[in-house]
């Protein structure tokens, strides 16, 4: 949906300015810190800002060297919106903001905007090699970022959750499947006991009333998330099940009902979206997973037999 008005706020979006809470006497310097001050004042922003801020962690490099108008067009917001959102959050303008983006985007990728222009600049038009370069370049970028963006205490405690269900269900559709797919398929053959939600027959669910709190549920959802994950995943979360997410903004609804959340913002080329980084921490969590049973397997068995010889 798209604000309505002139490029200053209009009569509707001035009553939402005057609930944004009051900006914080310093504003952040670094991307990591901006992050977590969004995410503690999301729940207190007008609608039309917090539609700017998830347009923002989800798309950081955009932020970094986009134009006010254009930017705004990518949110659905007018470009005054921009401005205000930047000013809620203590910064004079949105180019004092945007110098935050920047400095993350050169922090994580050396010439950053001279490769992303090129990237922009291929021509995909019956030029295989260069569609391929592209989706390539796309892949690598996702998984480099995601390696240094990755919450790795929020990690840990998810191989802990799986580690410990005795079952571990899971769901993904449309464009999550494959990771789904795979997830399950690397689990089984890895040996560890798993149950691919696949809502055959419309039974999903029925599936879900099958699983038991000592179990888990592992999630993947993407915007624009699917509204089958999200029933599933809030069924399973009113029975006390442990639900671990995959999902891409901190402002998915998979969240609201995720014990552990991990966040995977893939990059894109021409609009077709990478799966690599999504891949990495599928497999990633499914050998951790594995290897932690046999870890505490071997301790368990250690344990007992020493309580044997004593």
């Not at 799966?275 to 046999?294: D, E, G, N, Q």
């Amino acid at each position: 949906m798209q604000d309505v008005g002139h490029d200053f706020a209009g009569a509707g979006e001035t009553d939402e300015v005057a609930h944004v809470a009051a900006p914080p006497a310093e504003t952040p310097r670094d991307f990591r810190t901006l992050r977590a001050l969004i995410l503690e004042r999301r729940d207190g922003l007008p609608k039309r800002l917090i539609q700017v801020a998830e347009f923002a962690l989800q798309h950081p490099s955009e932020i970094a060297f986009g134009r006010v108008a254009e930017l705004a067009r990518q949110a659905g917001v007018q470009p005054s919106t921009m401005i205000r959102f930047a000013q809620a959050l203590g910064y004079s303008g949105f180019s004092d903001l945007q110098l935050v983006f920047q400095s993350h985007a050169r922090d994580r990728w050396p010439d950053y905007n001279t490769r992303l222009e090129a990237l922009q600049g291929g021509a995909i038009s019956g030029d295989v090699a260069a569609l391929l370069d592209g989706l390539v370049e796309a892949s690598c970028n996702s998984t480099i970022s995601f390696r240094q963006s990755v919450d790795l205490v929020a990690l840990e405690q998810a191989v802990v959750v799986l580690a410990a269900a005795r079952t571990i269900h899971i769901v993904g559709v449309r464009r999550a499947f494959p990771v789904a797919i795979y997830l399950t398929y690397a689990l089984q053959k890895l040996g560890a006991r798993c149950d691919l939600i696949d809502q055959l027959g419309g039974l999903g669910g029925r599936q879900v009333d099958l699983i038991d709190p000592e179990d888990a549920l592992l999630a993947v959802s993407f915007t624009p998330y699917a509204s089958e994950t999200l029933s599933i995943t809030r069924a399973a979360f009113d029975r006390g099940v442990p639900v671990i997410g995959i999902t891409d903004s901190p402002f998915s609804p998979l969240v609201q009902t995720a014990s552990v959340w991990l966040e995977v913002a893939e990059s894109d080329y021409a609009g077709f979206r990478s799966l690599a980084a999504t891949f990495a921490l599928a497999t990633t969590l499914a050998v951790a997973l594995v290897s932690r049973r046999s870890a505490t397997g071997s301790a368990q068995d250690s344990s007992d037999q020493t309580k044997r010889n004593e």
